[in-house]
């Protein structure tokens, strides 16, 4: 797996390319001096986890004939300061499903995502709380 950053203006925008062609831009916030012209770094971090676990929720509701007729995922990040730095401590993820879905499939499927499938969490577990909850049809699966 590779990447490749392209610098864009003067300032902290860029294209990274990954190699199969694929192309997401970045940006800093314009409090960091940027231009917030694209997603800031930690925000694709965040947007990383939600899309693993929501690749690894479909294929396995899917196998399971799950009919999904919606999914959203939210992803809040909790940071903290360390010295320069600013690494998220905590991470919460809502998963919103919606169709003829069995509650604790979906469950069961956000569970193996994160205990064991996600490379995203698995990657960021040693250092962040990962938390999550998942909805089917607007109730709560516990």
Same mark, same amino acid.
Request: aromatic content about 8%; charged content about 30%; glycine content about 4%.
């Given at each position: 797996?590779?990447? $490749?950053?392209?610098?864009?203006?003067?300032?902290? =925008?860029?294209?990274?390319?990954?190699? &199969?062609? =694929? #192309?997401?831009?970045?940006?800093?916030?314009?409090?960091?001096?940027?231009?917030?012209?694209?997603?800031?770094?930690?925000? +694709?971090?965040? @947007?990383?986890?939600?899309?693993?676990?929501?690749?690894? @929720?479909?294929? #396995?509701? %899917? %196998?399971?004939?799950?009919?999904?007729?919606?999914?959203?995922?939210?992803?809040?990040?909790? &940071?903290?300061?360390?010295?320069?730095? !600013?690494?998220?401590?905590? @991470?919460?993820?809502?998963?919103?499903?919606?169709?003829?879905?069995?509650?604790?499939?979906?469950?069961?499927?956000?569970?193996?995502?994160?205990?064991?499938?996600?490379?995203? !969490?698995?990657? +960021?577990?040693?250092?962040? /709380?990962?938390?999550?909850?998942?909805?089917? $049809?607007?109730? /709560?699966?516990?």
């Amino acid at each position: 797996m590779k990447i $490749n950053l392209k610098r864009i203006n003067d300032d902290y =925008h860029f294209q990274l390319t990954n190699d &199969r062609g =694929h #192309i997401v831009e970045l940006d800093s916030r314009k409090e960091f001096g940027g231009s917030d012209l694209a997603s800031s770094p930690m925000e +694709l971090l965040l @947007m990383g986890i939600a899309g693993c676990s929501a690749i690894d @929720m479909i294929s #396995i509701l %899917k %196998k399971q004939k799950q009919t999904i007729t919606d999914f959203r995922a939210e992803v809040e990040g909790v &940071r903290e300061k360390i010295d320069f730095a !600013s690494p998220f401590k905590k @991470m919460e993820l809502i998963f919103k499903i919606e169709g003829e879905i069995e509650p604790k499939k979906a469950k069961n499927a956000a569970d193996l995502s994160f205990q064991k499938y996600c490379s995203v !969490s698995k990657t +960021l577990e040693p250092m962040v /709380e990962i938390s999550y909850k998942v909805f089917v $049809n607007n109730k /709560e699966v516990k």
